[in-house]
């Protein structure tokens, strides 16, 4: 199983829309946990942290479920420069990787007019 | 002022070359890294750093040796390159800790 897994996507969505990413995690110790953007040709950049009781960020809401090892994403009200690929991270813990962030595939958005 | 920077930004090379790919950070962060992101998009991480510990992910062929002359820079010298290197490598760094992750822009390595 790999460390961290994606919905594939991509997801193709027309302005307006509300979207929501799903991932989930192998590690059960893992402590920390992110969601990433990544634009065409373009370095990844941190969207949110994900905390256990929920966070949110304007249109952003992030949620942790620790018993399913399970992150989402939603996105309301998509606006055209959310097009992007969305990255789950999660930062190890354990060993020799302490703080290498470990990232799942992402999940493509695409949001049309 | 950049936070994370690396030259060259695209690099084209013959098989069997050697290259390297600068990497410099001026957050003050103790721990680099990098990372390769293949034709599949999927980032992975190669290597991380601080002024304790070097720690290789197991699946790096030997080609690949990162160098750091300081604290501030982490280059990545490539030995004999082949076709299968051809990706997207990406610095970053942070504290010690593992917060305040920051990746430079990115090389484009293009091996023909």
């Known amino acids: 199983r790999k460390e961290v897994e994606q919905d594939p996507g991509p997801f193709n969505v027309p302005e307006g829309a509300t979207v929501a990413f799903n991932c989930t995690y192998s590690n059960s110790a893992s402590q920390s946990f992110f969601w990433y953007r990544q634009d065409c040709r373009k370095e990844p950049k941190l969207l949110m942290s994900?905390?256990?009781s929920g966070n949110e960020d304007g249109r952003f809401t992030a949620q942790l479920n620790r018993a399913s090892q399970y992150i989402s994403l939603l996105i309301r009200d998509s606006k055209l420069s959310d097009s992007a690929t969305y990255l789950c991270?999660?930062?190890?813990?354990?060993?020799?990787?302490?703080?290498?962030?470990?990232f799942g595939k992402g999940t493509k958005l695409s949001v049309k007019p | 002022d950049t936070a994370v920077s690396q030259t060259p930004k695209y690099l084209v090379t013959q098989m069997g070359n050697d290259k390297s790919i600068k990497c410099e950070q001026n957050?003050?962060?103790?721990?680099m890294y990098w990372y390769k992101q293949d034709s599949k998009k999927f980032l992975k991480i190669m290597f991380s750093?601080?002024?304790?510990?070097?720690?290789i992910n197991e699946t790096v062929p030997n080609r690949f040796s990162p160098k750091s002359p300081d604290k501030a820079h982490l280059n990545l010298h490539i030995n004999s390159l082949e076709l299968g290197d051809s990706a997207v490598y990406f610095c970053?760094?942070?504290?010690?800790?593992?917060?305040?992750?920051?990746f430079g822009s990115g090389t484009r390595l293009t091996v023909v």
């Open positions: 957050l003050g962060h103790d721990t």
């Open positions: 970053a760094s942070s504290q010690e800790s593992g917060y305040g992750y920051t």
């Open positions: 994900v905390y256990s």
């Open positions: 991270v999660v930062r190890a813990n354990y060993g020799g990787s302490q703080g290498n962030l470990i």
């Open positions: 750093y601080n002024n304790k510990e070097l720690i």
